[in-house]
């Protein structure tokens, strides 16, 4: 009996041989993993056999890289795969587990369940969607909150957009929701606000959208502006202003100094 597939997609891989992190088409089947440059291709670049396997996630090998799983063969060979989110890397991971142990039990591979955490249709309209958010009677209220001594004018948080989207059954749960999420800000529907929400975004593996309270967002073409500073020095007097502010915010400016050069 052939054996079965149990999962596959892409996953980056570090070199055997050289350090170089390169993103592989996986394979896993009931006994091996297998790994291929591109998904097309017929022949794969590598096997690793499960009989015998160890593996250990997280796997914090790599202090800059996350996400990452480390595969030991009983040859004692590390393979070492990292997922571009958490919850990828445990669908692997369970997987893969479950695997070695039905080999060391000498059992077929069978899921327990064939309803996994996240289940998204393959296509969704990201255009669709925040428009539906975006909507004054039934989409996501902009509020004007107030955080670390500023105000944030049309802004909303994480953990609103999260509720929004399982409310109206556009993600099943929370794991759903927070993928949707992570897509609408990639795409740049949604931006960062506060500083916990730019941290989100900005972190080395990949744009992350996080469901906190915390966390603060707003609508890329809404009229979000943000009031209060940090420092005294960044403290703007309005009324040193005459008429209405319509812009405020911190530039660069370039001072032009003329330098004479002479024989005294």
């Excluded at 539906?132 to 909303?156: I, T």
Aim: proline residues 2%.
């Amino acid at each position: 009996m052939e054996p079965q597939e149990i999962r596959e997609g892409y996953l980056v891989k570090k070199g055997t041989v050289l350090n170089s992190w390169k993103a592989v088409w996986v394979v896993l089947s009931e006994d091996g993993m297998e790994f291929f440059k591109r998904k097309t291709d017929r022949s794969p670049k590598g096997m690793i056999p499960l009989k015998g396997a160890a593996l250990v996630s997280p796997c914090q090998d790599f202090c800059k890289r996350m996400l990452v799983f480390k595969l030991t063969t009983d040859k004692k060979q590390d393979h070492f795969f990292q997922a571009s989110h958490v919850e990828e890397r445990e669908f692997w991971v369970k997987d893969i587990k479950r695997a070695i142990t039905c080999l060391q039990g000498g059992k077929r591979f069978a899921r327990k369940s064939t309803r996994r955490s996240i289940r998204l249709a393959e296509t969704i309209n990201l255009n669709e969607l925040y428009a539906l958010l975006k909507d004054q009677d039934d989409g996501v209220k902009e509020l004007k909150l107030e955080q670390e001594n500023r105000v944030f004018n049309h802004c909303f948080t994480g953990a609103t957009v999260v509720d929004w989207l399982i409310s109206k059954e556009k993600a099943r749960n929370r794991p759903e929701a927070l993928m949707l999420a992570t897509g609408l800000l990639n795409e740049g529907f949604l931006q960062p606000a506060g500083d916990m929400a730019k941290d989100g975004a900005e972190c080395e593996e990949q744009t992350t959208f996080l469901d906190r309270t915390e966390a603060l967002y707003y609508f890329v073409d809404s009229g979000f502006f943000c009031e209060g500073y940090s420092s005294d020095e960044d403290v703007l007097v309005k009324e040193e202003f005459r008429g209405n502010i319509i812009k405020q915010g911190c530039l660069l400016k370039q001072v032009n100094v003329t330098v004479l050069w002479g024989i005294f």
